[in-house]
């Protein structure tokens, strides 16, 4: 027993400093620290909090092999090391992100929460349990709802935590209900169990239905993105760029596992002339949806919070291709674009709060004239909103390039290929909406009687570096692909 | 040595564009003279005794497999002759434009440029290198006409450029034809072809297949050749646009073009159309020959008809390259073997050369004197704006009347030789078109004598009782011009001295 | 060494974005050295070069999941376009030496255009390419949007659009073929010599072929180019007319043509009398020149004249690339160089000289203000440029247009017929628009002789000699051009191309 339980502590570790950060800060911030200014206790948190995730990451980085317990409910790996330390790199920008925030006084649980849901993600990618997926799915999702629902001013977030809460309940409802299911044909929660269960039983279409459905939630994929919109409208500024950063990255890596590893014997094909039922042909149906619904509805959009927010589920159509591929270099793929995805998203939401709490709200009019006021920020968001439409040499082009390679070269290229000139094609569309944004940043005068942006040094320097990030890996993305691929093989998964 | 002579006018109108409205006119002067001296000395190093090329320079300049074209000048007597013509008449010219005042640096640099490109005509030696020069030459002859022109200068300056541009095109595209199937641009290598009875059966042979016979695709590649070269002389019906460009450019730039440009398109009938399409011109010849008689007779009954003297001198000048293309066409009639005509086709073509230069000369001359008149007038120069001038400026109407006369024909000047050789020529060739073209030399003495008596004898008009008359340094300026008038009236070998040869050797190298 | 043109030009843009506000001047002296110093680099290399050869400038590794490799070649007609590009970079900042509004943002962007495509005609791997293709066009839209004219959002974002949806055409295409041929590489040389299957290359011909010639204006994708063009200030129409649209051109011929050469390759039958994609493109090349020409003829804005005119002008380049024999790909090659200088003379003297000074573009108000006695030098060069333009012999355009019309008629007699006419209206639109900016003859007592236009600055003066003098070089003496062109038409790239069933 003793031996189990430290093990389990052994892999845990990382989670276990998190969660112990989380209490700490929030011990520190309610004892010490309820007179100071928010901005003070903001400061200190993020302080505490970051170290606590740059201790996770020592140890994580310093952990080496590969271990499983209790039947794949607990694993370590190269990869799931990789994943994790990537979330906490952005659940650290986030924090820095928040210490700026004026939206609560609530600074300890603000943090407590942040962190927690961060421990929730490490666990949901450390996993090859069906149980073990759901607590942690249910411990990220309950703590976003209440991220969300922070800013007990705004009506906006109350409307956006709720929506969000009742469709991740209702998800999370399908979801259980798959999982019990696939309990039930193979009488086990481990993936490698679940995975001898002959093709297309009829009960086994319904379990691949509802996890896509439930999972397809967690990643804002059309058509389970209704909340997308709202949360990313209403949420304070850090809890929305940890909704659509961290918690995405978390949810399609796992969306690729089950669906890679699990339903492996299943898999159809999307392939036009040849269609073949499977789960593959639901994911490509999901992902042209969400392109097509993303990025027509962006056209419209008049705020920027809406429009990354429609952009997040269009980029969702193009990252579920990855698990249309379903290789291990769709897998490599699909982790740069998420992660670098995340990255510019945060540096996005950055810019926008700066803006909010200087010229009240997010509309794109009050982003006039933005490159002369405040040109560090506007050069930021110049890049992140460039790397979201695919130019070069940023990520996100080569995300989407290498996203696309590794689609056709998955399967016969003549049949998939449409799905190839569908995304190419959206991805043209979009650059209307985004070069809209960077007309008003830099094209547009500044309007008449609108004060000065005074750009805080810290956002400039979060802005500065996630930019500078995005260059790189966009410039050279070796650095960050051999990572992921060496993860990737080294876990022969 | 050439290709110098060529650049030379093209520095000398970039450094008059830098020198200023006060030192253009000097400079230009300089150029001008400059080109000359270097023409004479090209006259007296040519060899009498040889008639082809010679100062012939080769370089290879586009060598690509399908369009292989070098840079190929030289000259014999015919581009000779055309060299020195262009290089006295351009100082004439100059010298008739006191008038001018407005943009004067761009005026005589536009000068130069067309001096040069008359220069590079002359001694093109293939198709491109000859297209290049006279598309080029078209630019400033326009603007020289329209910018400094008289009222209605745009619409004649317009019309010039449309007729001789569709002639152009024509000229471009049967000659675009003839090289794609021969692959030569090359004027020597086209001729012997076309001696050899080869050229239009190669030409034929790669056109093919389509509707017209191939006797008709012949007369089409010549009709284009013609259409540019026709409305350049100008060939009647052809000639519309020459008495309104005449008239309404400025005096010294008509010099230009009736002294030169007309030229070009009687040497490109001469170096051109009559080695390389002769059979297709044998062919129409009946029609051609008309078409010179008509030239110079409607032109000249036109003359009489005007009351602006330019007009009147713009007729004449049709007139007269129209004996030109009569001799031309009435050496192409017999052909071959016929060895008996020889002396008859030497004599028409030795006359085509004579009148060539010498009506270059003459209307060159003439238009001065015009020039002269309307700068003293104050614009004005109408047939009946003047009368008995001769009282007050005697001298003025000595040489304006040498001028005339030797325009008229009068032995002993010029203007004789060349209409005699080519009468003599032309008679026994062709009786008939010879003998109405006499008509034309009636009327022709009928409006030089009319000009005379209107505008230089009878009653003083009392309007030019002050008319001055010529100053010490315009006479001195014009004898050189009428001594050249007697001198080569009085020893034509001057000039027949260095082309005879070339003469002979066209008549036979075409077996004429 | 010519890798450095890329490099010097970005770095002088980022030099650029980092100046402190207010140093016009420095800006403009900055922006004009870094452009010499680019155009220098061109020359040597333009000089050095041993005819034939694919030179490498550069090549290494860069992302070996991909078998993607940072690799940098030049052959004779890299080196042209290059060349070209040199020279519309210098005259270019010469023509926008008034820009007072944000200088040196407008010569950041511009020197960031400028490495972009000194790296597209660098590139000898295809990513490379694409990288760099794309690249050009944000400062594009930028260039257009902040400091162009009539309908400038407009037009800024017509021409990011077709461009981008044009290079998605080409991206699709590329990963097509890199997938098809698995063998790991990107490089020109590496996919041009794998054997795709010819139904693959009956398919990604022209989707790569349209991709990259919705740039270089083939009819009927040509809409954003006048609209474009018309919208862009001056320095942006000379380098988008000149330089830019050729990016397309050489793509089709680098890329395109190179990869996928039986794309070419006739059908088994014929639909409304066309046999082959050959024979489609060379007809819609042939509508263009037509179109341009036609359209031309009747504009009333001075700048859409020339606008329209451009297009006229790469319908001759894509008929020339279309003849598939020597001489037509050479003077498709030497047409892109001349247009490009004619192109930016033309928007120079419209742009510049014109508009600058006069305020106003339409034909019927610029007549009367009697602009051959106000500002002659912009009249003379404008009828310089005009010839040049209509094909008059002596000048880079006749040269050009006589090889296409040459290689025509080998290989389409009946288009070269039509390609004449559309000459000969080339001729009239010209004509008309020189004649009723520069030398109307109506008069209007609107204009007070009091209120001269500002005479023609010495940097403009500067600009027009050196284009007139290189389009009058290359007019008298092609054989510069060819030397270098011709040897690397008939190297191992294309030898898809001569070999092909066409011949």
């Known amino acids: ?493 | ?512 | 060494m010519l890798a450095w043109t890329i490099y010097i030009s970005f770095l002088g843009a980022a030099a650029m974005f980092l100046l402190p506000k207010g140093s016009t001047a420095v800006a403009r002296i900055l922006a004009l050295l870094t452009a010499a110093a680019g155009f220098a680099i061109a020359l040597s290399a333009f000089v050095h070069h041993r005819t034939g050869e694919m030179l490498t400038v550069t090549d290494a590794t860069w992302i070996p999941s991909l078998g993607i490799r940072y690799h940098l070649a030049a052959d004779g007609i890299s080196l042209s376009l290059i060349l070209l590009t040199g020279i519309i970079a210098i005259t270019g900042i010469l023509f926008s030496w008034n820009i007072e509004d944000r200088t040196k943002e407008f010569f950041a962007f511009y020197l960031l255009l400028i490495g972009a495509v000194y790296g597209v005609f660098l590139s000898y791997d295809l990513f490379l390419l694409f990288v760099f293709y794309e690249i050009v066009i944000i400062p594009k839209y930028f260039l257009i949007a902040i400091w162009g004219s009539t309908r400038r959002e407009y037009g800024a974002m017509k021409l990011a659009i077709y461009s981008f949806v044009g290079s998605a055409m080409v991206l699709v295409g590329l990963i097509a073929a890199y997938v098809v041929a698995g063998s790991h590489t990107m490089s020109l040389g590496g996919l041009a010599g794998y054997p795709f299957s010819p139904h693959f290359q009956m398919l990604a011909f022209p989707l790569v072929f349209v991709g990259f010639a919705i740039l270089a204006g083939l009819w009927p994708f040509h809409t954003w180019a006048p609209t474009g063009h018309v919208a862009a200030p001056t320095a942006a129409s000379m380098l988008l007319a000149g330089v830019v649209m050729k990016l397309g051109a050489y793509g089709c011929l680098r890329v395109a043509m190179t990869l996928f050469p039986l794309g070419l390759a006739p059908w088994s039958h014929h639909i409304l009398g066309l046999g082959s994609w050959r024979d489609v493109f060379a007809l819609l090349a042939v509508v263009g020149i037509i179109y341009g020409a036609l359209v031309a003829l009747v504009q009333k804005d001075f700048k859409f004249v020339i606008g329209y005119s451009s297009v006229s002008h790469m319908g001759f380049i894509l008929l020339g690339l279309m003849t598939l024999n020597q001489i037509g790909l050479s003077g498709a090659v030497v047409q892109m160089f001349s247009h490009g200088i004619l192109a930016g003379l033309l928007f120079a003297v419209v742009g510049r000289m014109v508009y600058a000074r006069t305020h106003t573009r339409e034909l019927s108000a610029l007549g009367p203000m009697g602009l051959n006695h106000t500002i002659p030098f912009a009249a003379v060069t404008f009828v310089i440029a005009g010839m040049a333009s209509m094909g008059l012999p002596g000048f880079s355009g006749f040269v050009a247009e006589l090889m296409i019309v040459i290689g025509a008629w080998h290989a389409f007699p009946a288009l070269a017929l039509c390609v004449g006419f559309g000459i000969l209206i080339g001729v009239v639109y010209v004509w008309r628009a020189m004649q009723k900016a520069f030398f109307s003859e109506s008069r209007s007592a609107a204009l007070p002789p009091g209120h001269p236009l500002p005479p023609i600055t010495i940097p403009e003066k500067l600009g027009a000699i050196i284009l007139i003098a290189t389009s009058v070089l290359i007019g008298i003496y092609p054989q510069v051009l060819l030397n270098i062109i011709v040897p690397a038409l008939n190297g191992p790239l294309f030898s898809g191309i001569r070999t092909g069933s066409w011949q």
């Open chain 2, 1 to 512: 040595m050439l290709t110098l002579l060529t650049l030379l006018p093209v520095l000398g109108a970039l450094v008059v564009l830098v020198a200023g409205k006060n030192l253009a006119r000097a400079t230009a002067f300089v150029f001008s003279f400059a080109a000359l001296a270097l023409t004479l000395v090209l006259w007296f190093h040519f060899d009498r005794g040889s008639g082809a090329l010679q100062f012939v320079e080769t370089r290879p300049w586009i060598q690509l497999t399908q369009l292989n074209v070098d840079y190929h000048v030289g000259v014999d007597g015919l581009g000779l002759l055309m060299l020195l013509l262009s290089a006295i008449v351009v100082p004439i010219g100059m010298a008739a434009s006191s008038q001018i005042q407005q943009r004067v640096p761009l005026y005589y640099a536009l000068i130069l440029l067309f001096q040069a490109c008359l220069f590079g005509t002359f001694i093109a030696q293939n198709f491109f290198l000859f297209f290049l020069f006279w598309e080029l030459s078209l630019i400033p002859a326009f603007f020289l006409i329209k910018l400094w022109g008289g009222p209605r200068a745009t619409r004649a300056a317009t019309q010039f450029l449309v007729y001789t541009m569709v002639g152009s095109v024509a000229m471009l595209l049967s000659f675009l034809a003839i090289f794609l199937t021969t692959h030569t641009f090359d004027f020597a290598q086209l001729a012997a072809l076309a001696q050899n009875n080869q050229l239009m059966p190669l030409v034929l042979g790669n056109l093919a297949g389509h509707r017209f016979t191939p006797h008709h695709i012949a007369l089409l590649l010549f009709a284009g050749a013609f259409l540019g070269f026709a409305v350049k002389v100008p060939l009647f019906p052809f000639h519309t646009w020459l008495p309104a460009a005449y008239s309404e450019a400025p005096t010294g730039i008509t010099i230009l073009l009736t002294g030169a440009m007309s030229k070009m398109g009687v040497y490109g009938f001469l170096r051109i159309l009559l080695p390389i399409f002769y059979p297709q011109m044998q062919q129409v010849l009946t029609p051609l020959l008309w078409l010179a008689a008509a030239t110079i007779v409607f032109s000249a009954y036109a003359a009489l008809a005007q009351k602006d003297l330019k007009r009147i001198f713009a007729y004449s000048s049709i007139n007269h390259l129209g004996y030109c293309l009569l001799a031309i066409f009435a050496v192409v009639k017999f052909t071959g073997a016929d060895a008996g005509l020889t002396a008859e086709k030497s004599a028409a073509l030795n006359g085509v050369f004579l009148q060539m230069f010498n009506h270059g000369l003459t209307a060159a001359t003439l238009f001065w004197f015009v020039a002269l008149l309307e700068k003293r007038s104050g614009g004005l120069r109408g047939l009946n704006d003047f009368g008995g001038l001769r009282k007050v400026a005697p001298v003025f109407t000595g040489l304006m009347g040498i001028a005339i006369f030797s325009s008229l024909g009068l032995p002993g000047l010029n203007g004789f030789i060349g209409e005699f050789l080519i009468f003599k020529g032309t008679f026994p060739l062709t009786c008939w078109a010879t003998s109405l073209a006499v008509l034309g030399l009636l009327a022709t003495a009928l409006f030089f004598l009319t000009v005379l008596q209107r505008v230089f004898s009878g009653p003083l008009n009392p309007k030019w009782a002050t008319f001055p008359d010529l100053t010490t340094g315009e006479r001195l300026t014009l004898i050189p011009a009428i001594a050249l008038m007697f001198a080569l009236g009085l020893c034509p070998q001057l000039v027949l001295g260095v082309v005879n040869n070339t003469v002979i050797q066209m008549v036979q190298h075409l077996r004429f």
């Open chain 1, 1 to 493: 027993m003793n031996s189990i339980y430290s093990q389990l502590l052994h892999l845990a570790m990382p989670q276990v400093i998190v969660v112990a950060t989380a209490l700490l800060v929030m011990a520190v911030d309610l004892l010490f620290l309820k007179q100071s200014a928010t901005r003070t206790r903001f400061a200190v948190a993020a302080t505490l909090a970051s170290l606590g995730c740059l201790a996770a990451i020592a140890r994580i980085v310093t952990t080496c092999g590969s271990a499983s317990i209790f039947n794949g409910m607990l694993i370590a790996n190269p990869l799931t090391h990789l994943v994790q330390v990537a979330l906490l790199v952005l659940t650290i920008f986030t924090l820095l992100l928040s210490v700026n925030s004026t939206f609560t006084e609530h600074v300890g649980e603000f943090v407590l929460l942040l962190l927690v849901a961060t421990a929730g993600m490490m666990f949901l990618v450390g996993t090859q349990d069906l149980l073990v997926i759901f607590i942690s799915l249910e411990l990220l999702s309950l703590s976003a709802y209440i991220l969300a629902a922070f800013n007990k001013r705004s009506l906006q977030s109350w409307e956006a935590a709720l929506k969000y809460f009742l469709f991740g309940g209702m998800s999370a409802a399908f979801l259980l209900f798959g999982f019990s299911l696939l309990y039930g044909l193979s009488n086990s929660t481990g993936f490698a169990h679940i995975a001898s269960v002959p093709a297309l039983n009829p009960l086994l279409v319904i379990a691949i239905v509802t996890t896509a459905i439930g999972l397809g939630f967690k990643v804002a994929a059309a058509p389970f993105h209704f909340w997308a919109p709202d949360v990313y409208q209403g949420a304070p500024a850090p809890s929305a760029a940890f909704i659509a950063s961290g918690s995405k990255v978390a949810s399609f890596f796992i969306f690729f596992q089950l669906m890679a590893l699990r339903f492996a014997g299943a898999e159809g094909s999307a392939a036009l002339p040849h269609f073949v039922r499977g789960w593959v042909p639901v994911v490509a149906l999901m992902a042209v949806a969400s392109m097509l619904l993303g990025n027509l509805v962006a056209l419209r959009q008049t705020g920027l919070r809406r429009l990354l927010a429609y952009s997040a589920i269009a980029h969702a159509g193009y990252m579920l291709l990855a698990i249309v591929g379903h290789t291990q270099q769709s897998l490599a793929a699909l982790l740069y674009y998420v992660i670098t995805y995340a990255l510019g998203t945060i540096g996005a939401f950055a810019v926008i709060s700066v803006v909010e709490d200087q010229r009240g709200s997010d509309q794109l009019s009050n982003f006039d004239g933005l490159g002369k006021q405040a040109p560090a920020l506007s050069f930021g968001l110049a890049i992140f909103i460039l790397s979201l439409a695919g130019i070069p040499p940023l990520a996100g082009f080569f995300a989407k390039f290498f996203l696309f390679v590794t689609l056709l070269q998955s399967s016969a290229p003549a049949g998939i290929v449409w799905l190839v000139v569908l995304a190419i094609a959206m991805s043209a569309v979009s650059l209307y909406y985004y070069l809209r944004v960077l007309k008003r940043v830099y094209v547009a005068p500044v309007p008449a009687g609108a004060a000065e942006i005074k750009s805080p040094l810290l956002s400039q320097a979060i802005v500065l570096i996630l930019a500078g990030s995005v260059i790189l890996f966009g410039a050279a993305p070796h650095l960050l692909l051999r990572w992921i691929e060496a993860a990737i093989t080294a876990s022969g998964s």
